[in-house]
């Protein structure tokens, strides 16, 4: 069974890397050679069958997953679920949803024509969590949408794939601390979102994050291609809950500014 896992992780990640060229860097500066341990991996998706959060959900449920916390996102109009594993080094999942009935006429119309285009049985085969965008929109689409949802706009453009991988900072050779590793990245060139603070939380919620501004990405459009931000990295570094036992849960509060790393700079 770990060996799917690690096989799945192994597909997102080359996935990933493909739209976030400054992925492997960041092992670069930060692992110096040694292996990076993932925290999370987090995907995107919208509220309406057959694409719901809890149909991602089953490829991690079917590989030993089991479910964690519930969020809920106000603001954004987002829900979302965590799952994980009794293993801890492999990735706990965070994934979330855009609560459709909750915006215009208008978003909902195109957010429901690109889910129409999704074939059903796709959702459940091995590859649909790195499949990409089963629709095409236009720029002036990607645009308008933006102007209400950043999350909207984004799945219009980069549909089924790893929203952004985490390093556990827990499990990282010679780094103490969140501001290390933050001051290291920014070294190195990283732009970080300041979006609440450079580290939301904190050791009182069990849970301090990072992350950097997303890559940018050209997008075969529609009607043309355009550069826009897609995936991103981020940081995170777990406190004791009890003894030896890490918090394993996400901080709302927290997450709310994470999603702000894919808005434009």
Request: proline share 4%; with cysteine.
């Amino acid at each position: 069974m770990s060996q799917q896992v690690e096989q799945l992780f192994e597909r997102l990640w080359q996935d990933y890397i493909s739209r976030t060229p400054s992925a492997p860097k960041v092992h670069e500066v930060l692992g110096k050679g040694h292996p990076i341990v993932n925290d999370h991996v987090a995907f995107r998706t919208f509220d309406i069958a057959p694409v719901r959060l809890e149909a991602l959900a089953q490829h991690f449920l079917a590989l030993g997953y089991k479910e964690g916390g519930d969020y809920h996102f106000e603001e954004k109009k987002l829900r979302a679920k965590h799952y994980e594993h009794d293993d801890p080094t492999l990735p706990k999942v965070f994934i979330s949803e855009l609560m459709t009935a909750e915006f215009s006429d208008s978003l909902q119309q195109k957010v429901k024509a690109m889910v129409a285009q999704v074939d059903a049985d796709a959702v459940s085969k091995d590859d649909f969590l790195y499949s990409g965008t089963h629709w095409q929109v236009s720029h002036a689409d990607y645009l308008e949408l933006l102007e209400e949802s950043e999350y909207a706009a984004w799945m219009s453009a980069f549909g089924f794939c790893a929203n952004h991988f985490t390093v556990s900072v827990n499990y990282l050779p010679g780094f103490d601390s969140l501001e290390q590793v933050n001051e290291t990245l920014k070294q190195a060139g990283f732009t970080l979102n300041t979006s609440g603070g450079e580290i939301k939380g904190s050791p009182e919620v069990y849970l301090e994050q990072s992350s950097t501004m997303a890559n940018r990405h050209p997008v075969a459009f529609s009607d043309q291609t355009v550069e826009i931000p897609s995936c991103f990295y981020e940081f995170a570094k777990r406190y004791e809950v009890e003894d030896g036992k890490l918090y394993s849960g996400f901080v709302a509060a927290s997450a709310d500014k994470i999603f702000e790393s894919t808005n434009a700079a």
